[in-house]
C-alpha cells in the first residue's frame, strides 16, 4: 500500500468535485455562465465566429480567479499588488543623503572656512600695503 503525500503540505488543496476544489468549480461555473449568457444574447447579432470570441473574452476573468496563483497569491490580489506597485506608489523615489557626520561638525567647518578666507583677505592686504 502507498500513500501519497505532498512535497509541500502547505499547498494541499481538497478537491471537491474532478479534483477542483471549491475556488476553482465556483469560478468554472461562474466562467461557463459567462459564456453561454454571451452567446444566448448576441446569437442573432453575429456569426459563430465572432460569438465564439466574446464567449472566451467572457469567461477568461473568472477562469484566471479561479486556476491562476502566482507566488502564493490568488488572481485578486495579483491585481491588487499590480494597482498598488504601477498606480499607487510613486514610481521616481527621491533619496536625500543624510550625513550625520557633516551635520554634527557643520558649525565646525563653517568658522575653520572664516578663518581661511580672512587669513586669504589679511595676506592679500599684507602683500598689497
Sequence with gaps: ??????????????????????RQLICSGLAVASAVAV??????????????????????PFAAIGFIKYNGMPMEKIIVAFMKDNFIVPRRLTVKAN??????L????????KEAI????H???NEAG
Design 1 to 22: 500500500m502507498e500513500i501519497n503525500i505532498n512535497k509541500d503540505i502547505r499547498e494541499y488543496t481538497e478537491g471537491v468535485f474532478f479534483g477542483l476544489n471549491l
Design 39 to 60: 452567446y444566448l444574447s448576441s446569437r442573432e447579432t453575429f456569426s459563430k465566429d465572432v460569438i465564439t470570441y466574446f464567449c472566451i473574452a467572457a469567461a477568461i
Design 99 to 104: 550625513n550625520t557626520y557633516l551635520e554634527a
Design 106 to 113: 557643520r558649525g565646525y567647518f563653517a568658522t575653520k572656512e
Design 118 to 121: 580672512n587669513a586669504k583677505e
Design 123 to 125: 595676506t592679500v592686504t
